[in-house]
């Protein structure tokens, strides 16, 4: 089965908040992307609205219907709802997205820099995964290469997320051979769990098919950082379709 795209667009959010208005617009970087032939979209709305804002979901979920593609909604399902930020579970009662992907980062963080710890946190994502469920979302929980990814199966979820920034990393410091071994390994328990795999943080076009060539089983990769600032150069469409041509096949 060939790996799928899902382009994350935070960084077009982050790009139109910085100056206030609607530009760039998010629907538009949206359709453009999709009609390059990505395989969906990504998002992941944070508490503060730095970048991706709650009518940003509502709007994007109602795209990637229209497209009859799939909408992945990021988050950490728990921090708290606030004045702007309905918390993750209620934003996913809204959207509905196909994918509901469960991230720990507090409110604080950059950017999303570590996995769940499922020996400690596993009981309080149990009742959680149910719930999102129940909605018709498939669950993906973030995990760290070397991570006991067999318990996100044993709390229901239907794939882990592989955080490869560490191996972005060890990539770019020409060192990729230990990462990609114990990103594999991973994939392999993952799948031996009845998990299906994702993967994504820091991919681009430089490191990508190393990664998907090394690592079994990865379904889908999300990228949104790199792609965004290659397209600031080479264009939205062409270079999803640079990606495209990468998973493809794989």
Known sequence: MSCRLSVNLNKIAALRNSRGGAEPDMLRAARACLDAGAHGITVHPRPDARHTRHDDVLALAELTREYRVEFNLEGNPFAPAREGYAGFLRLCELARPAQATLVPDDDAQLTSDHGFDFA????????????????????????????????????????????????????????????????????????????????????????????????????????GHALIGEALYAGLASTVTRYLAIVSGR
């Not at 995990?143 to 990393?169: C, F, I, M, Q």
């Not at 009845?194 to 090394?214: E, K, P, R, S």
Request: hydrophobic share 55%.
């Open 120 to 223: 400690g946190e596993v009981a309080a994502l149990a009742p959680l995964v149910v719930q999102l469920k129940a909605l018709g979302c498939r669950v993906s929980l973030f995990a760290d290469a070397g991570s006991e990814v067999s318990r996100a199966a044993a709390v229901g979820a239907d794939r882990v997320e592989l955080y490869t920034g560490p191996y972005a990393e060890a990539f770019a410091a020409g060192r990729a051979d230990a990462a990609l071994a114990a990103f594999a390994a991973t994939a392999r328990d993952a799948l031996a769990a009845g998990l299906a795999v994702n993967a994504g943080h820091d991919l681009n076009q430089a490191n990508l098919g190393a990664f998907l060539d090394a690592v079994p089983g990865v379904r889908e990769v999300s990228i």
